[in-house]
């Protein structure tokens, strides 16, 4: 028995944990969260630069083949830092995509550029509310060309492609689409979490090329989001971890009646309770890395369960951290609501977690079968 | 990451596996409810000559007290090897609720603290299943606050007359020998006071009586001591450290405490798919899935928990008071199951008739026994605490009679 990461991956991690420290520090988050630009342009160079966006890609294409745990470990410290940065759109959802079903020419075409960070990219699925599964598919592909509305995109206004899930056929199928060209306009939403971007795009008659078989495109958003869920879940679990530490330093230091406010079991047993949904999160998310990582049959199963327990410690763990430090964790200037947004931001993305909850017990009848 | 035994972990589990196979019967699906149902309280005294033929036969094997020395009945393998046994004997029904305590928890600390010459007498047998063992801690008016506990020792020769009463002493009915802990000094404060002992459970003076629990069985005890006299050499550790051997056994206790006995995610999960209601099976309920969903995230969260701890182990590391996670999480997550299960049955789920209620009314059972898993062993309250000061370092709660004699602390009228 094995279940952990190699030495090689956890100073992956001591490594990720101190570059992001410094250039992903809660001051550089807030110049986002308060400023006009949409993601921190400086440490996705230096991401890039590190080598970190093609952790999961062969060589062949310019990655760094650290295999999919390696990419855990570093989606881990994403979430710990809250990198104001579209890690996941361009690689959990966008690289990830082209690897599973782009044709060696799209691999090539795309894959280097997605690894240097040159080009940007992400999944465009949603149209409105809904989860993965009940998308109202009203984005049409006829003739080569989309046309269509998609909202909320995650880091739409900052994408220069998008992977787009469209009716071709009859029967959703998935595009690769140029976001730079005429036809496509995009505008900027109001984020939940500003320091992750959301937007509306509205193609006219924008040209589609053709991502993997037609008339596949459920089936192909379903085992994507399943690896996605899995390296999400590991960001959900970096930030429970960062609330967990803020609110036990902030109970340590805080006096209240004359004594620590750590010392009182009302905020020792809240923070229990913090520790062991992230405990739980965490063992169900290295699942999650296994299945991934192996490519085993059971990674539905896996992702939906990291995904859930993921998605129900970081919310504990952000809630409970803001209500430990009182009246200051209500205030702008405490960094607790940055883990609150993002929480309740990446419980949405890729579907929440009553969607989730259907599918694991689903993947379960059918592995249970009668 | 990967789960696969190294050579040589695959060649035990397959001595163990053809162990089991050879002298136990393989749980069937039909009768997982089986599975770690509190000890029977009928028939006791064929409940533990079965208990003890078996643990003859895994001693015989090589498989009891397996990270013990070889000198005194052990196999002197590594705690890997444990895990790796315990893993597999679930899957078989054998006999259980005997030696739990005796070989988890007092001969370890006999381990720490006896003579050579207890180790000699005492750990064969132990391990051989030839003797019982018994933990005498709580007391009615000590059980989180287990320092304070009132059972005297008082010296007189070479050796100590104890009078007092412990309570939830499981298996004291049957058991030879028992750990005691007493206080010795009332004059100081309380945890100083404290000294540690093992007895002879047939010793003149004991009085072991039944209590009768919410779900009408008795598997603990009252044990009544009146002018029981105890030879100084039966003291483990010196006078006074008493609270420093009690605290090495409650650390051996939380990692020997492990799941909840009961109905888990794959008995409601059977239930609700099989249940038939007007609209169908139970488990179309969007209701139902989404607990059930709890369920499963919870339940294979301790198993990898596990799978870490393990993989720690077999690097020689050793696991922390983490395992507290364990009984916290189980424990309650039992009582939610059985009351759910209950509630799936709708107004038949009031009948415990096990010609009735299905899995032989296991849920309604359960319901009945839960909520002392979540008080045995630590409480949830106890292993909360345990958490935020050992494992996030939280400081220590205030306390208000940690410098008083304990002769002079305030007791209430419970």
Redesign the interface.
Known sequence: ??????EDLKLLREQARKFLSEKSSPKSVRKILEGAAPYDAELWRAVAGMGWLGAAVPEAYGGAALGY?GLCVLAEEMGHALAPIPFSSSIYLASEAILAAGSEAQKRAYLPKLVSGERIGTLALAEGAGNPDAVRMQARVANGKLSGTKLPVADGEIADFAVVAADGTGEASLYLVDLGGPGVTRSSLKSLDPTRNQAKLVFRDVPAEPLGPAGQGRDLVRALLDRAAVLIAFEQVGGAQAC?EMA?TY??ERYAFG??I????A???K???V??AT???R??A??G??AL??GAAELPIAA??AR??AI?AFHLASKENIQTHGGMGFTWEADCHLYYRRAKLLATMIGTA?Y???R??CE??RR?A? | MDFEDTPEEAAFRAEVRAFLEKNAERKSEAKSFHRGRYIPEHNIPETVRDAKQWQAKKADAGFAGITWPKQWGGRGGTPVQQVIYNQEEQNYVVPRGVFEIGLGMCIPVLMVYGTPEHLQRYVRPAVRGEEIWCQLFSEPSAGSDLAGLRTRAVRDGDDWVVNGQKIWTSGAHFSDYGILVTRTDPDVPKHAGLTFFFVDMKSPGIEVRRIKQISGGSNFNEVFFTDMRVPDSQRLGKIGDGWKVSITTLMTERLAVGDAPGPDFDDIFALARTLELDDGPAVRNPAVREKLADWYVKTQGLKYTKFRTMTALSRGETPGPEASITKLVSASKLQDIASYGIDLLGMAGAVMDPEVAPMQAWFQEALLYAPGLRIAGGSDEILRNIIAERVLGLPADIRVDKDVPFSQLKTGKR
């Open positions: 028995m094995n279940f952990d990461f190699s745990d967990l036990k109970a340590t004594r620590p750590g010392s009182f079991q905020i020792k047993h923070l229990a309770d520790y062991v405990e739980l999160a063992s169900n290295y699942y890395a296994w990582a192996s939906a369960a859930v327990s129900d009553p989730w909850k259907d694991l017990i379960l009848e249970n009668p």
